[in-house]
């Protein structure tokens, strides 16, 4: 619900309340937060009625002063009076870089803005959600920003993005344009960030503010392993179950920063968007550019229900196409397996095997193309290697068929080697600088995906490869950050946009081939999660999301993983032991316990198991397929969080509240332990649930008294399932 009273906007999800207020021609944040039944006057609103010794000010028509250094401003600019962050900044014809937005009016509609060839949250028939355009000016340099505001009502989500048109004769340079920038009116928070490294992806951090600029950001051109575009700003003592949580999220796979300025005066501006660095975007006399979308929420009930916010909306509103609804299949990957070591045979044995257990989709990984035994040659060249693929993708994929399963492929779309006939045949067709020497990541180079020739090609494969209907899924790799960008095309006005035009070729792609070939599934990785985002999750419903395998790791790579997507985009793989990252031996039974709430998958050759342990996989398959509504359309409950203790617990609510899952992860054991219990949550005190052994519990017993936790000994893991009755 949207309204506008008394120069105030009123954006009313069920819980939450967004305000912003047109005060002297300004536009201000007034509040975010709980939902108001009541709207105060605007004057009540203002963070200050008078202006601060100090403050440059503007002269209202009555002769009085203010500053919008001492207030609460909803899009920022550089070079006025406010002296915080800026959202946006531009450098005009005339060499300066001053922006002074003024409000012009506004329009309310129904439904959900969207945004040309950028991803984004949308709207069903039924959905409460409309859509507000707020349109600011500054006639001296010829801008106009039109702020979009989607309200999700029933999501209790804020969406906003911001498209910029230039309404002047000259065409200008914008340098920064946020995607969001709020400022709370308070800033004794705690920031949570995700960061890592390759194979230990998104564990989460926490920090009080501090006075100044905080931020997460990234340089690599993908979102990258070690920093995500996610935070949250949360009470000191919020945890999983109170105090409150804002979270923030950028839809998009390039560079971003993600932050809060924490001013003088205890107010946090938070903004996200596009990284700064090395962005120039020129905009030509009526063209316009639009931001990346943002998604905002809120939550009093603690960290929680602010990721429960996002599963929702992200599970249901971003992920789309058919994969978003339907059980996605069980698979194996020979990665692990085998790495570049195999041919068409020992695919076949791999498959052969897994098919007796029930797996449905057996892909092929790296090594399948030119002459590629190793990383450091053929990317670019998808034809398949006659030594190992004799009788061709084709070949091999009819073999898979005739044990009833699916066929997947592994590609790396975006990237070049050096000793490549593409590269031979199109030197220029890479991110580049002539004369600069260009820096090798795994031995390749990047594409430049802002020429329409190359999408145009990568297009092209893609129809080669998937029109015959043999493949129905691929695994889109990309194994390398992004340096010494430049393109040749364009001159020197394009260079400044190569990054983003970079990411919106590729969006180009993705949408190319998801509409074209609605029925393959498609799975984004990078190096494992180095491009997790909500940018990939919008055309590709699942993602790699960390090349680290063992179960103790990942426990915390999901959990960190879920504090904004869902255990529905996470791929999740149980490997050979001892695991190939960190030599750890953890029982076939952890493994799967881990890997089982997200997209389950095999990444080992299951003829070396032993009979047990075939017996565990082959239930691990059973039980996937019976509880995968619970877990990838259910709630989740983080009832123990493994950082700072030696377990981890989860519980998964479905959505008709009827089944309760409860994941129980024991990272390291001791003997002798005193008690533990866990009290489960959201269940229905008065009912009764019976687990998988026909013990019964009441809703009130299993929420007060608890679970009984068993952790006596290391790498217990255990999946109870209770059912109302
Ligand atoms: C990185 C991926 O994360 C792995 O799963 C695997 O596909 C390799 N690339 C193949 O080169």
Not at 94 to 116: H, M, N
Not at 181 to 192: E, I, K
Not at 204 to 215: D, S, V
């Amino acid at each position: 619900m949207i309204s506008f009273q008394k120069n105030v906007f009123h954006l009313a999800t069920k819980k939450t309340s967004y305000i912003i207020g047109v005060f002297h021609g300004q536009l201000l944040n007034l509040y975010f937060g709980k939902r108001l039944k009541n709207i105060p006057d605007i004057g009540d609103m203002l963070t200050v009625s008078y202006s601060r010794t100090f403050s440059p000010v503007d002269i209202r028509a009555d002769g009085t002063e203010y500053s919008t250094a001492d207030l609460t401003v909803e899009y920022p600019t550089f070079g006025t009076a406010d002296f915080r962050s800026p959202a946006f900044c531009a450098t005009y014809a005339d060499g300066t870089a001053v922006t002074r937005f003024e409000y012009q009016g506004y329009e309310i509609s129904e439904g959900k803005y969207s945004l040309p060839g950028l991803p984004a949250v949308y709207s069903e028939e039924g959905d409460r959600v409309s859509t507000l355009k707020i349109i600011m000016s500054d006639e001296v340099a010829g801008v106009t920003a039109e702020l979009y505001y989607g309200v999700f009502e029933d999501y209790n989500a804020i969406t906003r993005s911001v498209k910029f048109i230039n309404s002047g004769e000259n065409a200008f340079d914008i340098t920064r344009a946020m995607s969001l920038s709020v400022d709370l009116r308070r800033a004794d928070f705690d920031m949570v960030t995700l960061n890592g490294a390759w194979a230990r992806e998104r564990l989460p951090e926490r920090a009080p503010l501090r006075i100044g600029i905080q931020q997460v950001a990234s340089t690599r051109g993908i979102t990258s392993h070690h920093e995500n575009p996610f935070f949250a700003l949360v009470d000191g003592n919020a945890d999983e179950t109170s105090g409150e949580a804002y979270g923030f999220n950028l839809i998009y796979s390039g560079n971003f920063v993600a932050g809060v300025h924490k001013d003088n005066y205890n107010c946090a501006r938070a903004f996200i968007g596009i990284n700064p660095q090395n962005f120039t975007w020129r905009l030509e006399k009526g063209e316009c550019f639009y931001t990346p979308e943002a998604v905002a929420v809120y939550s009093d009930s603690g960290i929680g229900e602010m990721s429960r916010i996002f599963h929702r909306l992200y599970r249901e509103r971003l992920c789309k196409g058919k994969f978003r609804d339907i059980r996605r299949p069980v698979l194996i990957n020979n990665w692990e397996a085998t790495y570049f070591d195999f041919n068409e045979e020992k695919i076949v044995e791999i498959a052969k095997t897994a098919a007796g257990v029930g797996i449905e989709l057996m892909v092929l990984d790296d090594g399948w193309f030119g002459k590629r035994n190793s990383d450091n040659c053929s990317l670019g060249d998808w034809v398949e290697d006659p030594q190992k693929l004799p009788n061709g993708i084709k070949g091999l994929s009819q073999r898979i068929k005739a044990l009833g399963m699916n066929f997947g492929l592994w590609v790396e779309p975006e990237m070049v080697s050096p000793d490549s006939d593409l590269n031979r045949s199109h030197p220029d067709w890479c991110l580049h600088i002539d004369g600069r020497k260009s820096t090798l990541g795994r031995n390749q180079l990047v594409l430049d995906l802002t020429r329409k020739d190359v999408t145009d090609y990568i297009k092209s494969v893609f129809d080669r490869l998937l029109s015959d209907g043999d493949i129905s899924y691929i695994k889109w790799d990309m194994n390398r950050s992004m340096t010494e960008v430049g393109s040749a095309v364009g001159g020197p006005a394009a260079q400044g946009k190569v990054y983003h035009a970079y990411v919106l070729g590729l969006y180009d792609i993705m949408d190319y081939v998801t509409k074209n070939y609605p029925d393959v599934l498609f799975e984004g990785c990078s190096g494992g999660g180095a491009r997790f985002d909500g940018g990939i999750l919008h055309y590709f419903p699942q993602i790699w999301t960390s090349d680290d395998t063992d179960a103790l790791e990942r426990i915390y790579i999901q959990y960190g993983t879920s504090m904004c997507y869902p255990y529905s985009t996470m791929g999740a793989h149980v490997s050979a032991v001892p695991n190939h990252q960190v030599h750890r031996t953890t029982p076939i039974k952890m493994r799967g316990d881990v890997s089982i709430c997200g997209q389950l998958g095999y990444e080992l050759d299951l003829n070396k198991l032993d009979e047990k342990d075939m017996d565990s996989v082959r239930e691990q398959v059973s039980a996937y397929k019976r509880l995968y509504d619970v877990f990838h359309t259910g709630d989740l409950y983080r009832l123990m969080v493994p950082q700072g203790n030696n377990a981890a617990v989860n519980e998964f609510l479905a959505e008709d509240k009827n089944t309760v899952i409860i994941c129980t992860y024991v990272m390291k054991g001791s003997p002798n332990m005193p008690y533990g219990f866990v009290k489960l949550r959201a269940l229905d005190a008065d009912a009764t649930y019976e687990d998988e052994s026909g013990i019964r519990y009441t809703g009130e017993y299993l929420m007060n008294f608890g679970k009984k936790l068993s952790y006596n000994h290391d790498y217990i893991s255990d999946i109870t399932v209770f059912k109302k009755v």
